[in-house]
């Protein structure tokens, strides 16, 4: 009787056996963690990209559980300036716009699972897991802020900046930020590139272009994605309570008063050769401004360099090396219609007038 039972038992053993035991390629296809197609119900899977996010909120010990909900709920719950990021790139990365250059690539490439969920895929190596909030928050341009006025969409590049200031970048920016930085440092021209970047000045530089196409600022800010803040060489640019300011071509002028311009020559940084650095404001240099401050201190020989420097000597001195008059091809940041001088460049002038006895 034990032996039957045994031998029945056995069988039945082996039955179950029978019909639990999975191929090796069953148990690969189950274990294969996949992308989840919606998170939270915000946030929809765009797929595999290349794009690395701009927000980080990856801490501590959050690699051993993250997930997809765990990383998407942080671009909710930890917001900029209260709003929730358009973009979640898993594993813990948030942003309101794809960074410039951003594309997808084979899903194969991501193939990592998530450590607090291997069912789920969180990306690979250098690449991210993309996800996209379904209320998508759209960015538009801000015509007018305080007493500042779009002037519209201009070309600029890091070699030929249309406004030369640089005075924040930081990835939470907002256009409130920038226009009142700018007028706290007293320019009258602020600008926004790639979302997070503040450029100030007086005179539109660089031979800028307006462009045609606004599409080209199209760069959400960084701390509010319901305003533009320009684009990938494209600068977003304001002007405060249409001051007067000043666009290219530009020229080197020849004469100014009892002033006329002698050459252009190569200066260094350990042997000046016009040894005194007039303290100008750099902001709204221009020819005149130097040249009528020269005068003023009964200097001779004076020179604009770099755009916002002017030097003073007398007549044993002179611009340096000389050079093509060409070389001085940098503009005035006060009269963009101006060049003066260049990087250790000097626009020498020379005074023809009556010099008194100091």
């Known amino acids: 009787m034990l032996t039957r039972l045994f031998v029945f038992l056995s069988a039945a053993v082996g039955l179950v ?41 990856l801490q501590g010990n959050d690699t051993t559980i993250m997930t997809v909900d765990e990383c998407l709920n942080r671009c909710v719950t930890q917001s900029t300036n209260g709003f929730p990021f358009n973009f979640g790139g898993v594993r813990n990365d ?8 951003a594309h997808v690539v084979s899903a194969s490439q991501c193939d990592l699972a998530c450590p607090g969920d291997p069912s789920e895929l969180c990306g690979g190596t250098g690449v991210t897991q993309l996800y996209r909030r379904i209320d998508f928050i759209t960015a538009s341009v801000v015509p007018t802020f305080d007493t500042w006025a779009s002037l519209g969409c201009f070309s600029d590049t890091p070699a030929n900046r249309t406004l030369r200031s640089n005075i924040i970048s930081r990835p939470d920016l907002t256009l409130d930020q920038c226009l009142d930085g700018c007028k706290a440092a007293g320019f009258a021209l602020g600008g926004l590139e790639f979302g997070q970047e503040v450029l100030c000045g007086n005179a539109l530089l660089g031979d800028s272009t307006l462009l045609s196409d606004q599409s080209v600022c199209s760069d959400a800010c960084g701390g509010n994605p319901t305003q533009i803040c320009g684009g990938s060489n494209a600068l977003s640019v304001y002007v405060n309570n249409n001051e007067t300011f000043t666009s290219g071509p530009a020229h080197i002028p020849d004469d100014f008063f009892f002033w006329t311009f002698i050459g252009c020559g190569i200066d260094n940084d350990f042997n000046r050769s016009i040894p005194n650095l007039l303290p100008l404001d750099p902001k709204r240099m221009t020819v005149g401004t130097c040249l009528d401050a020269c005068q003023a201190q009964f200097f001779t020989l004076c020179a604009v360099q770099d755009g916002d420097q002017c030097w003073a000597g007398h007549g044993n001195n002179t611009p340096g090396i000389p050079t093509v008059r060409d070389a001085c091809d940098l503009q005035c940041t006060g009269n963009a219609s101006e060049f003066c001088g260049g990087p250790f460049r000097n626009q020498g002038y020379l005074f023809l007038g009556f010099v008194p006895d100091p």
């Open 94 to 101: 948030c942003n309101f716009v794809l960074p410039h250059g």
């Open 17 to 57: 056996v029978a019909s639990t035991v999975m191929t090796p390629s069953d148990l690969a296809a189950r274990a294969a963690p996949t992308q989840k197609p919606v998170v939270l119900g915000e946030y929809e899977a765009l797929g595999c990209f290349n794009a690395p996010m701009t927000f980080h909120f």
